[in-house]
């Protein structure tokens, strides 16, 4: 039925084996690209916390969130990739991914979804961000 309609992936959710066979497809796509253009892993930490942050938002948004929380949220999110941004050491981005992550997990936390899927891809994806920079790239 997929070879035949090919655009019907797109509608197709995959449940939870689904969701977590994507993001073992988004890393491998991930490391295909930092090898085949030499990207530096430190410079996909931005992109990894500007997605968090359009994610987070867009899920209060779509969810009808608490303003005061999303708020909260993407003050503290912009506050971190502004310092992602601005910091030129390897190192210091490496702690603040660590940091940012952390915080995400407070805030969920305190809604009582420390174990969502989301969550669990923060946290793995920080993980596999922090031994890529550590296996590939020099630190600084």
Do not use: C
């Not at 997929?2 to 449940?15: A, D, E, N, T, V």
């Not at 969701?19 to 295909?32: E, M, V």
């Not at 969130?65 to 601005?86: A, C, D, E, P, Y």
């Not at 910091?87 to 603040?96: C, F, N, P």
Request: charged share 10%; net charge positive.
């Amino acid at each position: 039925m997929i070879r035949s309609h090919p655009l019907s992936i797109l509608y197709f959710h995959g449940g939870v084996k689904g969701y977590w066979l994507g993001f073992a497809i988004t890393i491998l796509y991930t490391l295909s690209k930092v090898w085949s253009q030499n990207l530096r892993v430190a410079d996909i930490y931005q992109v990894w916390i500007s997605s968090m942050i359009f994610y987070e938002v867009l899920q209060a948004i779509l969810n009808q969130g608490l303003f005061l929380w999303t708020g909260i949220q993407l003050f503290f999110g912009v506050s971190f990739l502004l310092l992602v941004v601005k910091k030129k050491q390897v190192l210091w981005k490496e702690q603040l991914l660590i940091l940012y992550t952390g915080g995400q997990a407070l805030f969920y936390s305190i809604h009582h979804n420390l174990l969502s899927a989301p969550m669990l891809t923060y946290l793995f994806m920080a993980i596999f961000l922090v031994i890529a920079l550590r296996k590939w790239e020099v630190l600084e």
